[in-house]
């Protein structure tokens, strides 16, 4: 239980603006433990090679998970649904993404199914889409999504791909008012080797606990996470709509202080994709890019930015596998529309 609000914290950064509020996975996560007890966190390595993981994850648009709260049975559904196409009951659960809500909630939905927690996730930070997980870039088929949502629907899709696995997961998603709950690529423990992002729920308890009462936060999680600080100001424009199961937009910060004079505008959907400055680019997806209060360096999601707050927005390394060309491909500037040679951030930022 203490563990929460530090993996909250961390979870909030490693979203990048996106995965959901974390404050309402926070309190799911509290009450399912009070409920139903701790939740073990496991290492890939603890758990037998035939034993069955459960990716889950909130799908939608965080301006409407935010109001529409994921029911305890959801994740009982689903686990329901697992055995009967399986033969045998899941043995733990992962979160499809460390990032936002996404991250924390699944310490609710593990104590909720009396499961441990795997220490590793599918993408070591958040992204919008449901092909966008490690497992899709190492390969691995993508022909099960299990869905249900608050009304108690469960849908089971047996797509022939990781792309056609987004289209009808986000139509079933957009039909349950763009907020349900997801369960894909289930797959053993042997399977997963080298195809989940190992340590990621580790990583997020270090960040959070980065903060904890450190004289000069910012500085203490802009070290800790090895970022780049793009600028200081306060955010003057927010432009944000929800369609399509996502919420997309922009936001503009002008600088402060020593920044002053400076214009920095982010590209968002769910997550901060872009950031620019006068046409220069500083920072692109799949690297992190986050705006955080400049006092407390809390993690501030896309659907909370609101005009005069006073923020900074740092960026750093992606993990390594998005580098490569596949997850490039799968997650680079490319693969959100933008016409853009993907450039790391310690290279955009090397001069800056």
């Given amino acids: 239980m203490s563990d929460i609000p530090a993996l909250a914290r961390g ?4 979203g990048t ?5 974390v ?5 799911a ?9 701790e939740v073990p966190l496991v290492r890939l390595a603890d758990l037998e090679e035939d034993a069955l993981i459960v990716p889950l994850s909130g799908i939608g648009a965080p301006t409407v998970s935010h109001e529409m709260i994921h029911s305890e ?17 899941p043995s733990a659960v992962m979160s499809s993404e460390i990032g936002g809500s996404n991250g924390v909630a699944p310490v609710a939905w593990a104590a909720q199914l009396g499961l441990p927690l795997l220490d590793a996730d599918g993408m070591g930070r958040a992204f919008p889409e449901v092909q966008m997980v490690s497992m899709y870039v190492a390969g691995l088929p993508a022909d099960l999504v299990v869905m249900t949502d608050v009304a108690g629907n469960v849908v089971t899709i047996r797509p022939i791909d ?3 696995s987004e289209r009808l997961a986000r139509a079933v998603c957009v039909a349950a008012g763009s907020s349900a709950l997801m369960a894909d690529y289930v797959l053993t423990a042997a399977v997963a080797r080298g195809a989940v992002i190992e340590g990621t729920v580790t990583r997020a308890l270090e960040i959070g606990r980065a903060t904890e009462g450190a004289a000069d936060p910012l500085r203490a999680l802009q070290d800790r996470l090895g970022a780049a600080r793009l600028i200081i100001g306060k955010l003057t424009d927010v432009e944000r709509r929800t369609t399509g199961g996502f919420v997309r937009g922009t936001a503009t910060i002008e600088g402060t202080g020593d920044d002053r004079g400076r214009i920095l505008t982010l590209e968002l959907q769910n997550e901060n994709l872009v950031a620019v400055e006068n046409g220069r680019l500083l920072a692109m997806v799949p690297d992190l890019i986050t705006v955080v209060d400049t006092e407390t360096a809390a993690a501030i999601q896309t659907e909370g930015l609101r005009y005069g707050q006073r923020v900074t927005v ?4 992606c993990d390594p596998l998005w580098r490569t060309p596949k997850g490039l491909e799968t997650a680079g500037p490319r693969a959100f529309g933008y016409e853009l040679d993907y450039v ?4 955009l930022t090397a001069h800056g």
């Fill in 11 to 14: 979870c909030a950064v490693l």
């Fill in 17 to 21: 603006g996106g995965g959901g509020d």
């Fill in 23 to 27: 404050r309402t996975g926070s309190l």
């Fill in 29 to 37: 996560a509290a009450r399912a433990i009070r409920e139903y007890g």
């Fill in 73 to 89: 049975d959801e994740p009982k559904r689903i686990a329901e649904e697992i055995e009967r196409i399986f033969g045998r009951p």
């Fill in 162 to 164: 990781g792309l056609w």
């Fill in 314 to 317: 740092l960026a750093w390394p």
């Fill in 344 to 347: 790391p951030v310690e290279e």
